[in-house]
């Protein structure tokens, strides 16, 4: 008879052992994204996604620790742009998101930085045990980057729409979650995160954005940057819904109200000093996010007020629904997270606070 008999083998390839021998020190933490020469032009319009995937190529040619996975989606996610330059580096674990995540970790306990990417849906929801056991748990090194979040992945619908990914991340210890505006910001998020060791989920889209914030924004860890000064309310925005923010708040100034306006980047660590100073100086608050109401900014925001400085909080989002299928514009437009309904929910909110 034969006896069965569990092996279980560990290979470690030339590439892999020349990556890690040839490893430079790791960078020195650090809370500001480290200066450099923008890869995306100001005026026109980039998707979050695009300037992740040139931000990430960037840093490959800057340190030979940064190693990338994928779930056979790096033409969407733009990895692709790291794969074609240094091909050594990256791996294209297949349709596996669990599996990629449990293998990013495991790379990042050699010392490496690994940035591992696939739709939000699948590495939020999909491999959400492996990055609560493998990578948050552990403290590992892995930089979650999931593209295609929110309703503006568009006519893909509600299965690939994730609206609870926020929730989800920023439930976990040790997790910082981030959300950029456009496509600088995102530049210097990817950049923060290479240079902070430690988990972190970026959030990035699919649809294009205007490049509107200014030159010299700088993003930090754990920091709000103020966009526009106001004393009548503030209306705090995150991602996608940035721009329409400052649009809203353009309109507000038309009808004689001062709306201060709150780019929330840094959703996990959170800036509770400026949100905290704001509740304080204009009374009142509008959330805006293209995520469920529950879990994500709005809850963070109503969570700080309501324990520093208790205001009026309106919060506006998906409410407890899923999304559809359609242009990112026209749903945005449809859950009334553009200028618009953001000015005439704070219009509202204004009208019962005064």
């Known amino acids: 008879m034969f006896a069965l008999r569990t092996v279980c083998t560990h290979v470690v390839t030339d590439t892999a052992r020349d990556t890690h021998r040839h490893r430079p020190a790791a960078p020195t933490p650090s809370r500001k994204a480290p200066t450099t020469v923008s890869v995306t032009k100001k005026g026109g319009d980039v998707a979050t996604r695009e300037a992740y995937g040139k931000a990430l190529a960037e840093l490959g040619g800057e340190r030979s620790d940064i190693v990338v996975l994928d779930a056979d989606l790096s033409g969407s996610t733009k990895t692709g742009q790291f794969a074609k330059q240094y091909g050594d580096r990256f791996f294209n674990m297949g349709v596996a998101e669990a599996n990629m995540i ?8 050699t010392g490496l930085t690994v940035f591992a990417s696939s739709f939000a849906m699948f590495a939020a929801g999909k491999a ?13 090194n892995v930089k979650i980057c999931a593209t295609h979040a929110g309703i503006t992945v568009g006519e893909d619908g509600a299965s690939h729409q994730v609206l609870e ?14 959300v950029p505006a456009d496509g600088l910001e995102t530049e210097q998020v990817i ?9 972190a989920y970026v959030r990035l889209s699919r649809m294009k954005v205007p490049m509107f914030l200014p030159e010299d924004h700088v993003f930090e860890i754990g920091k709000i940057s103020t966009l526009r000064a106001g ?3 503030t209306i705090a925005a995150t991602g996608t819904c940035v721009v329409h923010a400052v649009q809203a708040a353009e ?6 109200y001062s709306a201060r ?8 660590p959170l800036d509770v000093e400026t949100l905290v100073t704001a509740a304080q100086e204009t009374g009142a608050f509008v959330t805006v996010e293209e995520h469920q109401r529950v879990g994500g900014l709005g809850s963070a925001v109503a969570e700080v007020v309501a324990e520093h400085a208790p205001c009026p909080v309106r919060r506006l989002g998906m409410d407890d629904r899923f ?32």
Do not use: W, Y
């Open 165 to 178: 990914d926020v929730a989800i991340m920023r439930v976990l210890p040790n997790m910082r979650v981030f």
């Open 261 to 268: 306006v709150l780019n929330v980047c840094s959703i996990k």
């Open 231 to 233: 004393d009548d309310i």
């Open 323 to 354: 999304g559809e299928s359609g242009k990112g514009e026209q749903l945005m437009e449809h859950f009334g997270l553009t200028a618009p309904s953001i000015a005439g929910a704070a219009l509202e909110l204004l009208g019962q606070s005064s």
């Open 128 to 140: 959400f045990e492996q990055v609560r056991q493998e990578v948050a748990l552990p403290v590992a």
């Open 102 to 109: 449990g293998v990013a970790s495991g790379l990042a306990s």
């Open 191 to 199: 950049r923060a995160v290479a240079a902070s060791p430690g988990p």
């Open 251 to 256: 309109l507000l100034a038309e009808k004689g």
